[in-house]
């Protein structure tokens, strides 16, 4: 069974190389621009299992995305990117730029897919 993973970066490129990465890794992947489309995307698929969010975007930051977001689907995993923002609350974050390699380790660790 194939994994549903929200991927979520307001830079366009950056979405469609992670999303990329992961469909080599065999997940589906599903993506937003914004903390509240990804929202949108969470309450109308209940196949996704895994959010991964980068942490600086305008308006909802990746923080309030992953707190909000497991309000609305308590068990769901998270993993968020950043190329500046320092680790807060716990969750586990990979740092931009990263490889196929780095993501695929990061993954396995963090949600047990891969």
């Known amino acids: ?3 549903v993973v929200l991927v979520v970066d307001d830079d366009a490129g950056v979405l469609d190389v992670v ?6 890794l065999g997940c589906e992947v ?6 509240a489309q990804a929202l949108e995307q969470l309450v ?19 923080h ?8 609305v689907r308590p068990s769901l995993k998270v993993l968020q990117l950043s190329g500046r923002e320092p680790r807060r609350g716990g969750l586990p974050m990979i740092r931009k730029p990263f490889s196929l390699e780095d993501l695929t380790n990061t993954m396995k660790q963090t949600t047990g897919v891969c």
């Open 1 to 3: 069974m194939s994994h």
């Open 64 to 71: 309030e995305l992953a707190e909000r977001a497991r309000r």
């Open 44 to 62: 109308q698929n209940e196949r996704i299992s895994i959010l991964i969010t980068d942490i600086n975007m305008p308006g909802m930051d990746g």
């Open 30 to 35: 599903v993506g937003a621009q914004s903390g």
């Open 19 to 24: 999303a990329s990465m992961l469909q080599e």
